[in-house]
């Protein structure tokens, strides 16, 4: 079991940055046994894959979308996770979820598992 715990989301004019982080608390395995992952969705949209990292950090995956702007990190030792966004646009906008699974590609199974969300808002 792990839970996951966002935090950074806010309000940003186009062109900002924002760094999300989702803490972890697991119990069972240890943190550095998940591949983590970022998705997000937007109102009225389904929710799409972000950015995806392995369990050492020494690979990571990244939406088209987002590639170039945004850099997903962790740190074991702290049981976290991050999101820097730069450049933001408008259609970054969404609520970004943490993910902890056995894929780092955004590939989703039944017994992952998510954290409740973070609302990020780029306005134009």
């Known amino acids: 079991q792990v839970q996951l715990v966002e935090s950074g989301g806010g309000l940003v004019q186009a062109g900002g940055s924002l760094r999300l982080s989702c803490a972890a608390s697991?119990?069972?395995?240890?943190?550095?046994?998940?591949?983590m992952n970022w998705f997000r969705q937007a109102p009225g949209k389904e929710r799409e894959f972000v950015a995806g990292?392995?369990?050492?950090?020494?690979?990571?995956y990244y939406a088209d979308s987002v590639k170039g702007r945004f850099t997903i990190s962790r740190d074991n030792a702290k049981n976290t996770v991050y999101l820097q966004m730069n450049s933001l646009k408008p259609e970054d906008t969404a609520v970004y979820y943490c993910?902890?699974?056995?894929?780092?590609?955004?590939?989703?199974?039944?017994?992952?598992?998510w954290g409740q969300g973070t609302q990020v808002t780029v306005s134009s």
């Open positions: 990292i392995s369990w050492s950090g020494g690979s990571t």
């Open positions: 993910h902890a699974g056995s894929s780092w590609s955004g590939v989703i199974h039944p017994d992952d598992f």
């Open positions: 697991a119990s069972g395995r240890t943190f550095s046994s998940y591949e």
